[in-house]
């Protein structure tokens, strides 16, 4: 049963990888898009209707069009990482290593991405907070942040995996020290 959930853990990282990576090709295929239709004029009037922000310059909102795709696509990236990481150290768990170095240098850049998953989590929720009446249309529910909040309490939770991990191979090395 173990070898079950874990083959299929890796299925689904393998998976989800190959979203982000459709995912960064559409972020940055959508980003040329809008950037480029920016300077034609029908385009422009379109995205002025659409967007509910008629009689305000588009230009104005360049700026935020591109933290908001350079956000996405940064997200993307650090998902793909987190995949990648965990992937490993599942690879590692069905060889039956546990406390190794690997492990612990995996889960510490497992860490790293989710830590820059959720800072890049904030600055998007931080985006949507300062022009909300723009994206209104696209955000389901702007005063809880759920994305926000499950990426602060997922660090929380793979801190204390990584402090337990770290701790157990001291353990380990004391018991293959007294042996």
């Known amino acids: 049963m173990k070898k079950l959930i874990l083959n299929l853990l890796t299925i689904f990282a393998w998976i989800y990888q190959i979203f982000c990576v459709i995912g960064i090709i559409m972020w940055i295929v959508m980003g040329g898009v809008v950037l480029f239709g920016i300077h034609n004029p029908d385009f422009r009037a379109g995205f002025e209707e659409g967007m509910g922000i008629k009689g305000v310059s588009v230009d104005s909102y360049i700026g935020t069009i591109v933290v908001g795709l350079l956000s996405l696509i940064m997200m993307s990236v ?29 889960l510490k850049k497992l860490l790293i991405s989710v830590a820059g998953y959720t800072i890049i989590s904030i600055i998007d929720y931080i985006i949507f907070i300062t022009h909300r009446t723009w994206f209104a249309k696209s955000s389901n529910n702007v005063l809880y942040p759920s994305g926000v909040t499950t990426g602060l309490l997922f660090l929380a939770v793979l801190y204390v995996v990584y402090l337990v991990f770290k701790y157990g191979m001291k353990v380990q090395e004391d018991a293959d020290s007294i042996i």
Do not use: G, M, P
């Open 78 to 106: 650090a998902a793909f990482l987190i995949c990648r990481y965990a992937r490993l150290i599942v690879k590692n768990i069905k060889q039956e290593v546990y406390f190794a170095d690997s492990n612990l240098n995996l």
